[in-house]
């Protein structure tokens, strides 16, 4: 019954013919049977409209007792009204017919309804359990591990790829939230991807570390988001993990590959321009004659390359280190020197303290001084007290920049060390710095050699004092000087009193050796920075540097009472001697060695022919006032 129900439901045109059948059916009793037979008939309507409903619903159980009615009425026209009570009476059951029709229809568009709803939703429910049945089993059987959690990060369910590859099960994590797995260093940016995915429905991503069972950490590439219901309303969530850990130490290990191929390139450019600019040093000083000319070459392209350098060359009296250049600005030095009342060039440091290290290639380098303040104390001998940091800013030897030493070396044997200091330098550098100080240490011993000779050029043969050569190179740039800066000069003119008899008596080579005695005795009277000078025979000239002419007078005197009070003795004789002195002072008037030397050669003339033994001043020799001389001024002074 129920399954030709369910047809007739499914199928309303069969339903439609057999209510029609029915009908008719109905009709033809009605005619045949006795009227009185109404009642029954009636009832036999009352199933039709109650089939009708139930078929079709309540609007076909209304049109079915309605097509009742409407036949009791047809039927009762044709039958002339007989029995017309009967007939009102079935009117009224046919009337209440409509009423069971509409409300078995009611009840049975009810029920479908009813059913309908029940068949979708054991339908949905059905299909739900079939997607999660097909759901777990592919993350049963996914490669990635998967978790999910409640909304507070409590695990509640891990595959079996999680627990293969972490060591946990759900059991292990109980009381744990999925952050306290999590790497300290990470924990931060893992907290503000949690927060990113419970502020929406994000699906977002990290590469974190995690902390697996038996302590040791792994990289893993997290993918997480909200799981929802059907009301929108996030219920879990669920973080799909993957393991790439060898992808992240690879990465690690390009870009450390990277950084150092990066770093070797950047050191190999920088090196190629040290290199470079080192060679355009030793370019310059291969050239360079002196020096003092040699260093300030090496000073000026090092600043160039923001490096600083102090060059110490070996005393060979004291074996100690001696400064003879700094690259530092000349007002800094004066500074310094006025501060610690100490000239640079009296700064002394042993040689200990720069040890010097051979190289497997046989290169023989220096190396980093780790400790520079300790130097520079010892340098100064601590007369910066608390001023330390200061000095140190001041003469650029900062926190970040590196000091090196390298020795500077000719033929095996230390003639000096060159010191660098620059934040640009680099341990690596130490190389290509000590081929440099190799090529500056022979250009230092060729400009010594040079200078030696240069020295023997303008040097005395017999008495070891300047020669002619070397006055007139010396003087003239100390008369340049004094007139540059309005600084005092004087010149001394000597002449031995009746030198020519000692020669014609004791022969030629004990006038040498008087020579020599007298020349040694007036530079003991004599400071360093004075000129003496055999002029020619037996006559000297003396330049007194920073000296006015009452100054220059005294030390004439002092040179004449040398050399008259002490008898030389020759052949076991004692033997007296005198000199004759001229004296003469630059003036705006006398502005060159040449004008001076000739004054002071007029004023010994003066001397010789007042009787010899004796200082003039070209200032007091008496002269025609229509002199023209241009050094006639009788003050002898710039005034």
Request: proline share 2%.
């Given at each position: 019954m129920l399954k030709t129900y369910n047809y007739l439901r499914k199928h309303p045109a069969i339903h439609r013919i057999l209510l029609g059948v029915l009908y008719f059916t109905y009709a033809v009793l009605y005619l045949v049977l006795s009227p009185n037979l109404g009642r029954t008939l009636f009832g036999i309507g009352f199933l039709l409209?109650?089939?009708?409903?139930?078929?079709?619903g309540k609007r076909g159980g209304v049109v079915g007792s309605l097509a009742v009615l409407a036949v009791n009425l047809v039927l009762l026209i044709w039958t002339n009204g007989a029995d017309y009570a009967l007939h009102i009476n079935e009117i009224v059951y046919a009337m209440a017919v409509v009423v069971a029709g509409f409300m078995t229809g009611f009840s049975?568009?009810?029920?479908?309804?009813?059913?309908?709803?029940?068949?979708?939703?054991?339908?949905?429910?059905?299909?739900?359990?079939?997607?999660?049945?097909?759901?777990r089993r592919i993350t049963e059987q996914m490669s990635d591990m998967v978790c999910y959690?409640?909304?507070?990060?409590?695990?509640?369910?891990?595959n079996p790829a999680f627990t293969a590859g972490m060591g946990y099960t759900l059991e292990d994590m109980a009381g744990h939230t999925v952050l306290d797995f999590v790497h300290p260093d990470d924990l931060d940016d893992v907290l503000q991807k949690y927060q990113n995915i419970l502020q929406g429905d994000l699906r977002d991503r990290g590469v974190f570390r995690y902390s697996r069972r038996d302590g040791s950490y792994i990289w893993l590439e997290v993918f997480g988001s909200l799981v929802r219901d059907r009301d929108e309303i996030a219920r879990e969530m669920i973080f799909t993990c993957?393991?790439?850990t060898e992808r992240v130490e690879e990465a690690a290990r390009i870009q450390q590959s990277a950084a150092q191929n990066q770093a070797r390139a950047d050191e190999l450019t920088r090196t190629n321009a040290l290199i470079t600019a080192l060679s355009n040093v030793a370019a310059q000083i291969q050239v360079a004659a002196t020096t003092d000319a040699i260093l300030a070459a090496v000073g000026n392209?090092?600043?160039?390359?923001?490096?600083?350098c102090l060059v110490m060359l070996v005393n060979p009296e004291t074996g100690n280190l001696h400064p003879a250049y700094i690259s530092l600005d000349a007002e800094l030095v004066t500074r310094m020197e006025e501060a610690l009342s100490i000239r640079m060039a009296e700064f002394s440091l042993s040689t200990a303290l720069f040890p010097i290290q051979d190289t497997p290639a046989g290169v023989v380098?220096?190396?980093?001084?780790?400790?520079?303040?300790?130097?520079i104390t010892q340098l100064l001998g601590?007369?910066?007290?608390?001023?330390?940091?200061?000095?140190?800013?001041e003469v650029k030897i900062t926190p970040a920049a590196r000091v090196m030493y390298l020795p500077l070396l000719t033929k095996g044997q230390l003639i000096g060390v060159l010191s660098m200091w620059s934040e640009t330098l680099q341990k690596e550098d130490i190389p290509s710095l000590a081929l440099f100080a190799n090529q500056l240490g022979a250009a230092l011993q060729n400009a010594q050699l040079y200078a030696d000779l240069q020295r023997l050029s303008i040097l005395d043969e017999l008495t070891g004092v300047y020669n002619r050569r070397g006055l007139y190179e010396l003087g003239n740039r100390e008369v340049d000087h004094a007139l540059r800066y309005n600084r005092p000069l004087a010149v001394l003119m000597l002449d031995l009193d009746f030198f020519k008899e000692i020669n014609d008596r004791f022969m030629h080579i004990v006038g040498d050796r008087l020579l020599r005695v007298v020349a040694y005795r007036m530079q003991s009277c004599?400071?360093?920075?004075d000129i003496i000078c055999r002029y020619g025979g037996d006559e000297f000239v003396i330049l007194l540097v920073e000296n006015d002419l009452d100054t220059a007078q005294q030390v004439a005197e002092r040179l004449r009472l040398v050399i008259a009070s002490t008898p030389f003795e020759v052949e076991g004789h004692p033997l007296s001697l005198s000199a004759s002195i001229g004296v003469a002072a630059l003036t705006r008037q006398v502005r060159t060695l040449d004008a001076l030397v000739e004054c002071a050669d007029e004023a010994l003339y003066q001397s010789k022919n007042s009787g010899r033994n004796r200082v003039t001043l070209y200032s007091m020799i008496e002269r025609p006032s229509h002199s023209t001389n241009p050094s006639s001024n009788p003050g002898g002074s710039w005034e």
């Open positions: 409209a109650m089939t009708a409903g139930l078929v079709a049975s568009d009810q029920k479908m309804a009813l059913d309908i709803e029940l068949r979708r939703r054991w339908t949905v429910e059905n299909s739900l359990r079939q997607s999660e049945e097909r759901l959690s409640d909304m507070n990060g409590r695990p509640t369910y891990l993957r393991d790439v392209e090092l600043r160039r390359m923001d490096i600083q380098t220096g190396g980093i001084l780790e400790n520079p303040r300790q130097i601590g007369v910066l007290g608390g001023g330390m940091d200061a000095f140190c800013n004599l400071r360093d920075m």
